[in-house]
């Protein structure tokens, strides 16, 4: 297969699979998601995103009736069932199926949705800077859930796109918090800084992955908040997320920005593509 679709032990293609019209992720986007990358059929970091998965869950009390290493043995079992060996694997895991009603029943059996598709280019993208947009965050207080609620990234992707941009840099007030789908961090006077996990950002597992390699490469992390000035002021601007390893922001609104650590981001991005490699070798 080229693509497959999976809904609680059916597997078909993403167009023709059927799901429950009373499916809580339907009426209410009631239930989190994952996002991972895959190469030579190895999942990249897989066990965050799996912690990550079980973490949103339990923030919005949802009981999953499995385990992770079934859900380990499951998405291996169906990335194997598709042709193409790098691949793009989204995975939910909503409430359940019941009538529409705002409350719920604690006993509602989840149920999971799987899609598996070709991947993306990882290092075609790496070292090429773009160019993003600042928009103020009007999101809910929960963005540190997974959540499927995703109508305001929507809303931002699009302008985004519309104006040519790769991306959404979100502040409330001036304080800045993270993307429309992806984390973003600045480095200045060879220090690392990005946002805490507070309820206004994603806990990134590319940005924990990022973290992890300054530690190891002797860069100091600051995790603390900062402001849009800061974006502007800062040596680079870079975002992460599940594909984007460690871009390089070039011009936020139309005015350039960074390129004063090209050497610092360089050795980064490196040790980021380095660490893909060799865990899905």
């Known amino acids: 297969m080229k693509e497959l679709a999976y809904f ?3 597997i078909s293609e993403s ?11 339907r009426f209410f986007g009631d239930g989190v998601y994952e996002a991972a990358i895959a190469r030579n059929y190895h999942i990249f970091q897989l ?8 973490r949103s869950l339990a923030l919005i009390d949802i009981e999953p009736n499995f385990n992770k290493d079934e859900l380990v043995t499951l998405l291996n079992e169906l990335s194997r069932k598709v042709d193409l060996a790098n691949q793009f694997i989204y995975f939910q895991v909503s409430r359940g199926v019941a ?31 773009v160019a993003v947009q600042l ?3 009007i999101r809910f207080a929960m963005c540190h859930v997974k959540t499927l609620n995703l109508l305001p990234n929507v809303l931002s992707t699009h302008r985004a796109n519309k104006k040519g941009l790769f991306e959404t840099i979100y502040h409330r007030n001036g304080r800045v918090t993270e993307c429309a789908h992806s984390n973003v961090h600045i480095l200045k006077d060879g220090i690392l800084q990005t946002a805490p996990t507070d309820q206004y950002i994603l806990p990134g597992v590319t940005r924990k992955l990022l973290l992890e390699n300054c530690h190891l490469m002797g860069i100091s992390v600051r995790e603390e908040a900062f402001s849009t000035e800061d974006l502007f002021s800062a040596d680079e601007v870079m975002i992460t997320a599940t594909a984007d390893l460690c871009i390089q922001v070039n011009q936020i609104d139309g005015v350039a920005v960074g390129g004063k650590a090209p050497q610092l981001l360089k050795k980064l991005q490196d040790k980021m593509y380095q660490d893909y490699l060799r865990e899905t070798e």
């Open 8 to 10: 609680d032990g059916e």
């Open 15 to 25: 167009a023709t699979l059927k799901v429950p019209f009373d499916d809580r992720a």
């Open 47 to 54: 066990d965050d995103h799996l912690n990550r998965l079980f």
């Open 99 to 129: 009538p529409r009603n705002h409350d719920y029943d604690i006993k509602l059996k989840p149920t999971v949705s799987i899609v598996i598709r070709e991947g993306f280019d990882v290092l075609g993208q790496l070292y090429q800077p």
């Open 135 to 137: 928009e103020e965050d």
